[in-house]
């Protein structure tokens, strides 16, 4: 009688049992896992069907703009005038907040604009506040209400005259979008788009146009000579874009001058193709 | 050492330029309109009465050309300010923005000592103040027309970019009496009108007249003894000729762009296939083997493809396939009927007629078959033909019946891209237009 038959092969074949065992368990927790993730498919939903893609025209939007900065201010500085009275032992505050204005280098020469009228609030709080420390605390506020209406007017003004003395480059600013679209609106009326041209889809053009403070141009030239000389089609199109750029009716474009800097040289890219439908 | 600095200066130059380029502003400009083109044409320097109206005839006929290719507009002439008295200085282009002029034509007219005309001319750019082109024609005194149309071209060609089509002719199908008892003749004119005449006498009904592309023959389909077969006709002489010695109907022909075979159909025991019959050798070719409707082939123009319309997909769609008859691909996958193919001279695309829902269309599509546009649609439109420069596109159309009465059917001109329609003036109702090539 073969012992290793009766006692090895049964315990062979128990081990081989268990190590299915484990790995039918790990299959299941696998599995397991897999439907905690990514969820129990289901079946009878309709399947999403894939939408051709949409053309999306990307805008890159500036960081940071005009306006919100010139209404931050304001807001800032109407704040400051309302509580002045409870502002003028908060020094440490004023220079936490500073602080803060301060790690954003764009916003450097605004802030420290707004430190200095600030600190000259806090004088004038402090000269006045002085007589009022014996008197009642209603009558205090009203003084102070008064004062406030009295200099809100005042420092109105010095806001708007400050608001117009800043620059672009003290800013960071650059052109917003709809001052973009109104300079494409400018030359879009301008623009007779050669109908019917061979390849349109070929025949974008770029203009490299230089502004007076104006707006009207001074020089503008078509940057892709080289295939001017070579295909007529694009030629065409070119000197039909260049018109655009000259035609005496697009004089005048619609940019603030505060800030020329910005698009005293700007390219313009006629593009026929979407107008066209090839 | 020194190579790495080099190396690092290169860098640094490199990305300095890239940070300034990137700093400027690019503004898309995807959006404009498309109306003619305003330009003025200075009345032609002359001095001798007779050079006068040379020079009025001349300014006429260039005037009208430009303005009927529907891309021109030219400015009333008593809006000018500058009187040109030489055509060899600079115009103030000051006083022609004033009145929105984007180009000038400026010219003189001389009879020279043997009495030919010399007619030179310079065209002008207003807006960006610089010469386009001159050019100096002669000719003899009879010759006007032609070399006035040729002057058109030439401006059409610098101020488009496409080659000029005014010195080319139409041939068309010139119908009269009332709708039972149609009287149908083959006639042909210069693309202006000018030139009128009747090539056929109106015994026999006539459809689809095509041009060689020498410009000197016709083929076209005729029921003489009220049998359609395919003829040929010299436009010269007048002499007509059957094409081929088939046992069925013949019909739909076309010239192939060397001129030396006419691609038709023929229609025997109720199956309609696509044969080419070589003039020449008089040897017929059979392209399609189909048990349906194969008709109106078109060569596509380097001869290597054929675009026809066939039924053999359940309803008549448009096929291309290699002038062989191999590789056949169906490429109008739209609603609706498709036929009358055409393939354009500059081989970008194909117009064709579509009937969907009652309604009669006129489209273009690439010869892929994409980009599929309708440019003209009416209660029957049909039958485009491409104008040599494949930019624009006649086609018949015919008016909705008013009041019991049929509508009255014309040939309309129409740019590729569905801008510009308006209708050639025919003498009599037209229907069937087709363009000559551009003359030799």
Redesign the interface.
Known sequence: MNINHLVFNPLKNEILNKKNYLIQSFILHLCVIFLIYYGVPNLFKYRTEFLPPLPVEIINISHKTAAPKVNFKKNKDEETKKNNYEATEDKTKYNTQDKSIDDDPDAVALNKTQLKKKKTVVKVNKIKKKPNQLQSVLKSIEQMKQDLRNKKESKKEKVVQKDEKLTPDKLGMTLTISEIDAMRKHFEKCWNIPSGAREAGNLATEIKVRFDKEGNVINARILDINRIRRDTYFRTAAESALRAVLNPRCKNAPLPIDKYDKWKNITLNFDPKSVIGY | MFYKLKRILIIFVFLSFVSQTKA????????????P?PIGISEFISTSPEEKMVSKQVSNLIKDDLERSG?FRVIDPKAYIQKISTINIQPRFSDW??I?A?ALIVGQSNIQSNGDIRIEFRLW?V??EQQMAGWAFNTTRSNWRQISHRIADKIY?R????IGYFDTRIAYVAESGPPKQRIKRLAIMDQDGANHRFLTNGKNLVLTPRFSPSQQELTYLSFINRIPRVYLLDIETGRQEIVGDFPGMTFAPRFSPLGDEVIMTLADKGNSDIYTLNLKTNISKQLTKYPGIDTSPSYSPNSKQIVFNSDRGGSPQLYVMSSNGKNIKRISFGKGNYSTPVWSP?G?YIAFTKFHKGTFYVGVMTAKGK?E?VIAKGFLVEGPTWTPN???IAYTKKDYPKEKKEGKTKIYLI???G??DRQINTPLEASDPAWSPLLQ
């Open positions: 400027e502003l690019k503004i898309d400009i995807t959006s404009g309109y498309s109306e083109t891309l923005k004033i929105n984007q750019d807006f960006a060609e101020l488009t970019g496409e500059r970008d980009g546009r494949g930019r624009m740019d590729l891209t801008f510009n």
